[in-house]
């Protein structure tokens, strides 16, 4: 009987997809498959098994996954803000070495990585790997919009997508630019394939693939659909263009691309970038009110924990889970336009015991989820408090693939590898996370200083022990003017060697601006 039990049990796991395969094998652990998994203003308290006693929304597919492999509690992105951090995520490299000294990539604006920056993608295919990238991408691209084309992609004016349709000037622009193949986006940065809509909350409000629109643009987003929780801007779309199923089709798209290259003979790399909890707040009718939370970004946080559960259960029932490293973590912290104040009044805090959100050079706003899982690599149910940083994935596939690295690429990243094999060493002892106007914070172990004001008490530069004060209570600037002093010099010294690793000196793209 008690045979019968087991045996039921472990097909009713792998029914579920919840099973993890045997452990990798030597020759697998040199070139693992890797999924990189990328929310979008998730904050660190909106993980139930990262906020256990504050985080009120169900997470189960992430939780089982950090059950499965490493939970990291002192990760950080590059940035309190979207582009940036992605940037880094890719190219291990701060992002305000480039033009990206504040705020984010704007509307119709450029690509921000240079055509010959070596991204973790180009990495993956030198080592052979198929890449993909699949969801928001936020990062630029060549849009042939000429100067005489500008005034057709902006300044709409209150009654378009409100009565007044687009103009016969603005179709016929449209239509000539997004005919014509897109530069400078993933396929220009390593990925050999790309699906998603680049921005979901601006124009243009379509899904592209590779280089191409899918479809022409041809009309305004209905105007109720351009308000605080959906669309930013006005501008092309394709008629009848709904938020709702861009989640969905991004998950479909991930698995798809799993299936793919499982039946293939060589390995893939898969970056996820999700497009929420960020806005559109558009919730699909199965999750709508699911959260009992009365917002919708709760009940979104728990519709991506389901996309993320059916992506994992792919590389399962493709066979590739034992040979696959999946990596979780967040952009940022969580928006607070999305409710924090009425989230926490009713007990979640998605910030977790960390002070500030999203746009912050506090703790809430850099401070991320981070999760790995790797069969037989990685101890199942393990935690590691070591300093960490988005820039270290490059550093570390590269340790995992057996590549040197050269001088001018991953500049500011440290490989991991040591601590996912369970060393209570540390992988780097600073790094640098901004808030969105740019201003820096520099961790020094457990010392962090933040070049930043704060207005509600009128002090202009902070220093905090994150070891005895993680919620950054105590301004210790003051009292320890000596250790400011190293800290400022230690920032400076990072931005004019062009790099925070050992090697040889490069070159920042632009005047770095200072905030010391």
């Known amino acids: 009987m008690d045979a019968l039990v087991i045996r039921l049990g472990f097909i009713a796991a792998v029914c579920a997809g ?31 098994c990262y906020n256990p006693d504050r985080g009120k929304i169900p997470t189960p597919n992430i939780d089982q996954l950090a059950a499965d492999g490493m ?25 305000w070495r480039t033009r990206l000294q504040r705020g984010i990539v704007e ?3 450029p690509p921000l990585i240079a055509p010959q920056r070596l991204t973790v993608a180009g990495l993956a295919k030198r080592r052979g790997y198929q890449t993909a990238c699949i969801g928001k991408w936020h990062l630029g691209w060549d849009w042939g919009i000429t100067a005489g084309q500008r005034k057709f992609f902006g300044n709409f004016g209150p009654e378009a997508g409100a009565g007044r349709g687009p103009s016969d000037p603005e179709l016929a622009t449209w239509k000539e630019v997004f005919s014509k193949p ?21 124009p243009p409000y379509c899904f592209i693939e590779d280089h191409q629109t899918v479809g022409v643009p041809d009309s305004f987003l209905p105007r109720d659909m351009v308000r605080k929780g959906l669309a930013s801007h006005q501008g092309p779309a394709l008629a009848g263009w709904k938020f709702e199923p861009i989640l969905p089709a991004l ?25 929420v909890p960020h806005t559109p707040l558009s919730v699909n009718e199965p999750w709508r009110g699911k959260s009992r939370l009365d917002r919708d970004v709760a009940d979104l946080v728990m519709e991506m924990d389901d996309v993320v559960g059916k992506v994992l259960s792919s590389l399962n029932s493709a066979g590739v889970a034992s040979n696959t490293l999946v990596i979780f973590t967040s952009d940022n912290g969580f928006a607070p336009v999305a409710g924090n104040r009425e989230l926490e009044s009713k007990g979640h805090f998605p910030s977790g015991p960390y002070r500030g959100y999203k746009f912050d050079p506090w703790e809430g706003g850099h401070r991320v989820p981070f999760i790995v899982r790797w069969p037989g690599v990685v101890q199942p149910g393990a935690s590691c408090e070591a300093l960490i940083h988005h820039a270290d994935l490059m550093a570390t596939l590269a340790a995992v693939w057996e590549v040197t690295l050269p001088e001018d690429a991953a500049e500011d990243s440290f490989n991991i590898l040591p601590l996912l094999k369970g060393s209570r060493g540390k992988a780097r002892k600073h790094a640098v996370s901004c808030a969105f106007n740019g201003a820096p914070t520099l961790r ?66 632009v005047e770095v601006r200072r905030h010391l």
């Not at 002192?74 to 190219?91: F, G, I, N």
């Not at 200083?449 to 003051?478: I, M, Q, S, W, Y």
Request: some cysteine; aromatic content about 8%; proline content about 6%.
């Open 251 to 275: 998950g479909e798209r991930a698995s798809a691309f799993i299936r793919d290259c499982a039946q293939r003979s060589k390995p893939f790399f898969l970056y996820f970038p999700l497009t």
């Open 107 to 109: 509307l119709w604006e």
């Open 18 to 48: 919840l099973l993890i395969c045997p452990p990798a094998t030597r020759a697998e652990k040199s070139s693992p498959n890797v999924v990189l998994i990328l929310a979008d203003d998730l904050g660190i308290g909106d993980v139930q």
């Open 444 to 509: 020094q172990d457990e010392w962090k200083l933040v070049c930043a004001p704060d207005e509600r008490l009128g002090t202009r530069v902070h220093l905090f022990n994150l070891k005895n004060d993680p919620a950054e209570t105590k301004n210790l600037a003051t009292a320890q003017p000596d250790r400011v002093r190293k800290m400022r010099a230690a920032l400076d010294g990072i931005i004019d060697s062009g790099r925070s690793t050992r090697g040889k000196r490069q070159a920042n793209d």
């Open 71 to 95: 939970r990291f509690t002192d990760a950080h992105s590059s940035s309190a803000v979207c582009s940036p951090s992605r940037y880094t995520l890719l190219t291990g490299r701060y992002h």
């Open 182 to 202: 897109l530069g400078g986006g993933p396929l220009a940065a390593g990925f050999d394939r790309y699906f998603g809509a680049d921005v979901p909350n601006w």
